[in-house]
């Protein structure tokens, strides 16, 4: 059974808008991941936070996470047309084995 | 460096055939994993090795087989092919165990079981 549920299932916004996706999950982690997949592509790593982490940047990219409410969210701001994509959170209920989610589709218009 | 590679890119099969699909990296990643996507599922984990000589089941290892004889490459066999097979298949790769690490993968297969 899959870890994580990202919220919600897919996302519209104008360019320029800000973009937020959240993603719960349900047994305890030592880190939690945020990957992005452009249609008929492989998934690529945007982010990694530890669980003794709250808040992550990179770039454009901000994730804060809430262990005690095992939740994370994915802000992207200042989004572009090149940011359309699937986006998929990643845990570790586990050392070895990592669970995704079914992801949240965002399509940013022009 | 050439990442995650996996042939075929496309793959046609009728039920009943077997099959090897390729995955092969070039970043000395002892961390190895097959997953498949199917619609609305995301990423189910199939079978992952740990480095050479090491391989376990993932979520659904059932009609699948892998070895690892060597740290580069990590093939997936499917074994009697069934529809419910038909998938998008991805490899990946890291450093160490799935959680700690980002993941490399490749650009996957797209296997189509009539």
């Known amino acids: 059974s899959q870890q994580g549920e990202e919220d919600p299932q897919a996302l519209s916004i104008q360019e320029g808008e800000n973009a937020t996706m959240n993603c719960s999950y349900k047994?305890?982690?030592?880190?939690l991941q945020w990957y992005r997949q452009n249609s008929g592509r492989g998934l690529v790593h945007l982010i990694l936070?530890?669980?003794?982490?709250r808040e992550k940047h990179s770039g454009r990219l901000r994730v804060t996470l809430d262990t005690s409410k095992k939740s994370s969210s994915l802000l992207i701001t200042a989004s572009r047309a090149a940011d359309t994509a699937s986006y998929f959170c990643?845990?570790?209920?586990?050392?070895?084995?990592?669970?995704f989610g079914a992801g949240t589709t965002v399509t940013v218009r022009a | 460096n050439a990442g995650v590679t996996q042939t075929p890119k496309f793959q046609v099969l009728k039920t009943g055939q077997s099959m090897t699909l390729q995955c092969a990296q070039d970043?000395?990643?002892?961390?190895m994993s097959w997953y498949r996507q199917d619609p609305g599922m995301g990423l189910r984990l199939i079978h992952y090795?740990?480095?050479?000589?090491?391989?376990d089941q993932g979520e659904v290892p059932n009609g699948y087989n892998v070895s690892r004889s060597t740290t580069e490459d990590f093939p997936l066999r499917l074994l009697s092919a069934a529809p419910s097979q038909t998938s998008v298949y991805f490899c990946?790769?890291?450093?160490?165990?799935?959680?700690?690490?980002?993941?490399?993968f490749g650009p996957g297969t797209r296997l189509t079981v009539t």
């Open positions: 090795s740990v480095g050479a000589g090491i391989t």
């Open positions: 990946a790769s890291s450093y160490g165990s799935g959680g700690t690490y980002e993941q490399y």
């Open positions: 970043m000395n990643h002892e961390y």
């Open positions: 047994t305890s982690i030592n880190n």
């Open positions: 936070i530890r669980s003794n982490e």
């Open positions: 990643a845990t570790d209920p586990n050392d070895y084995k990592l669970s």
